[in-house]
């Protein structure tokens, strides 16, 4: 099969694995998957499959994605350490995730910083950024080499200004960003105002939606399946069009979490944000005095460090599915994303 040529004004549609993870899928279900979808990409997030670290599974990766004409990205996960002592093992890891990145055929590996804002090393954002910056100069030359760069996430840890100021120092040759609009609200700030910040950084985008509603506790935030919370993706992809340059776009919905409540009105969270901006928040507060809380049937089962309970299993894994090709139907009818599927119409 023939991969889809990306037509002037059109981006091709992918998803990121990840959001089908109960269901356990080998790399090859996966790929498949996609290809029934009729799909442009996929991204293979945090693969499940037994030949993950196998160098034989990833050239068979790589050759079984060209035949279905897929694109694919991959690529690892934290890279910050507890400790500087910690940083050379992560560099170790992180040239590992190159060469598997690599092998598969992937333009960028995936890195973020750490899991959210509670989880980020002792210290301040700025030692943040010098560590990352010494590790991602440890790996310049297999980068180069390799023709890729560094996807770094932006996830639930730095706000869209810090993450731009990190990507500025980083230099463009080797880091770009992997651009997520599910993390922005988790940092309180509007994913449309993340967006517009860091889309010209961008070398892949994940669109994953939310809620955001004012609660007596501060602001509650859920995920919730594409084109269904208050986040507006036609601007978003209005903007994704004009200041980002030949990304794909993956569905990414990770549903089944209950509602987070940011506690603005406690002093002590807001320690965590010493150089907040008064501008960008009072636009997310905004967002949250325009939302209110889901009201679509959803199993609230994916708890964070515990497994689904086998009761529910079923049920998860059913949801995770509808919810993504629930999603693909949304980017392409409302967004107009997507490009090998119009040949079937």
């Not at 899928?25 to 998957?33: C, H, M, N, V």
């Not at 950024?129 to 560094?150: N, Y």
């Not at 030949?246 to 089944?256: A, Q, R």
Request: hydrophobic content about 40%; glycine content about 8%; some cysteine.
């Amino acid at each position: 099969m023939a991969a889809a040529a990306a037509l002037p004004g059109m981006i091709p549609l992918g998803i990121n694995t990840y959001c089908l993870r109960s269901l356990r899928w080998t790399d090859a279900q996966l790929l498949d998957y996609c290809a029934q979808l009729q799909l442009d990409a996929i991204f293979l997030q945090d693969s499940a499959d037994p030949g993950r670290y196998d160098s034989a599974h990833w050239a068979w990766v790589r050759g079984r994605a060209k035949e279905l004409g897929l694109h694919l990205e991959t690529g690892g996960g934290v890279i910050l350490p507890r400790t500087p002592a910690g940083i050379p093992d992560e560099i170790t890891k992180l040239r590992r995730e190159i060469e598997r990145a690599r092998a598969m055929g992937s333009p960028l590996v995936r890195a973020l910083l750490a899991s959210d804002r509670a989880h980020l090393p002792p210290g301040s954002i700025a030692q943040h950024t010098e560590t990352a910056l010494a590790i991602f100069r440890a790996v310049r030359t297999e980068l180069l080499d390799a023709g890729m760069k560094i996807g770094l996430e932006y996830h639930k840890d730095l706000q869209a200004w810090e993450m731009q100021r990190l990507l500025e120092a980083a230099g463009r040759e080797t880091v770009g960003c992997y651009l997520d609009t599910g993390n922005p609200v988790f940092v309180m700030e509007d994913p449309l105002h993340a967006v517009e910040v860091l889309a010209p950084y961008a070398i892949t985008v994940h669109l994953r939606d939310s809620v955001v509603y004012e609660h007596p506790r501060g602001i509650a935030v859920q995920w919730v399946p594409l084109g269904e919370g208050n986040v507006d993706f036609p601007k978003i992809v209005a903007t994704v069009r004009a200041r980002a340059t030949g990304v794909h776009l993956f569905v990414k919905p990770i549903t089944g979490r209950p509602p987070e409540v940011l506690p603005i009105y406690d002093p002590a969270y807001w320690e965590r944000f010493p150089e907040a901006r008064a501008r960008d928040f009072v636009r997310f507060l905004a967002l949250a005095k325009r939302g209110g809380p889901y009201e679509g049937h959803v199993v609230t089962e994916d708890l964070y460090g515990k497994p689904v309970a086998p009761q529910f299993l079923s049920a998860v894994q059913y949801q995770q599915r509808d919810h993504v090709e629930r999603g693909v139907a949304y980017a392409r009818k409302t967004l107009g994303l997507g490009i090998r599927h119009r040949a079937s119409k």
